[in-house]
């Protein structure tokens, strides 16, 4: 039969398309899986943070050192031990003459000396310098814990920023895609008004000089968004390549009353409780400097041995071996005023350390009333713009149902997309404002590492 040919390639065709569409429908999930786009938390995006972040990792560093060096050892305390050995070979021309008459003269003497000993010494008293030493660096070790809590701090609100910044740009592209459909229901509705001679061309042009500029916008936030992902990526010492989503909504918490935010600061404040951690380590400084008006008393002990070795001479072989303890008594009484005038430097620094943790306090303080009646203002602010939004929807679905029986016009149109477009982008500010300011008021009471 003539037609025997195509059915047996059209079956032979059938029987390769269902191999592909097998492979395809095996491949598929690995495909989507490829494609798809992980959710990054905020919980997580923190973790990740405190894990890989370069700055928070030299921090921990930094405080892992103080806490090495806070022992009674580095604080001279402990006592000192030194172990010493030596020896030496000589050949020498000899020559010597005693009393009783004898004399020796001879040439390539061997002379070997072998000497060794254990050395202690301890200081066991200095002036109270080593305990006032050992405080300080009991106080050094906390400060490079508090140092940490400050890094972090300070990451942790660099963190919130830029991932709030990139749940603001979501927001914003989702309220623009959602614009960008009222505006292809314009071109649709005005393209059938002239395709019945009902509509006007311009009117037309407008919708897509509209939509193109909606569609410009939208490219704009996309490439800010990115640029706020990259940011973010950097933080957490992650490659720009990872895709990623962020949380779509904003978490507000309920704010502290003004005078609760100001006892917080007194209380935990990292910056301000660092500042308090320098003036216990200046009044330290300051007893270890008067210590040196005061003696000094050390011991000092040692066990040797040592043997002497001739092959000429009046001694031929001298051996030691034994112990020694001895006190020593130092107290300097006149250096120059060198030490009077130390002391008066460290008052001083003292005084400026106490100063400047006032001033710390103060400025808090202050800051705590700026930043409070900023985020009662953005509460309201944000409560306002979610009503106006709510509005603005409303009457953009009005006037586009209006354009659709033939009632509306460009100009009313426009007007409500518009208006609506604006109210998306001062509720998305409102809502990133309100976050900048919770946050900054939660650094302030030295809760942002607790509260996340």
Known sequence: MLYRPFILIYQKKRKNMRKIIVLIWFLLPAILHAQSTTRLEYKQAIALLLKNNFDIQVAKNNATIADVQNNWGSAGLLPKIDIIAGTSIASNQTRQEFSSGLTVNKNGVGSQNLNAGAFLSWTIFDGMKMFATKERLNLMEKQGALSLKLEIEQRLEQLTLIYYQAVSQEQL???????????????KLYQMKLDIGAGSNVEL??????????????????????EYKINLLTLLKMGPETNFDVDSVFVFDTPNSLEEIKQKIEQANQQLLFAKQNVQIQSQALKEMQSFSLPR???TSSYNFSKNQNTAGFSLLNENLGYNVGLNLSWNIFNGFTTRNQIKIGKYLLQNSQIETDKIKFSFNNNASIAYSQLLNNQEILALEEENMKLSQEALKISLERLRIGLGNYLEIKESQ?????????????????????????????TLVQTN
């Open 297 to 299: 008393v050390g011991l």
């Open 173 to 187: 592209i989702a309220g623009i895609e959602s614009a960008m459909q009222v505006g292809q229901e314009r071109i």
């Open 418 to 446: 518009s208006t609506f477009e604006a109210s998306l982008s001062r509720l998305v500010a409102a809502r990133y404002n309100l976050k900048k300011s919770e946050t900054a008021l939660k650094k302030l009471m030295g």
């Open 205 to 226: 042009l407008q919708a897509r000089l509209d939509y193109n500029a909606q569609k410009s916008s939208l490219l704009s936030q996309k490439n800010l968004l990115n």
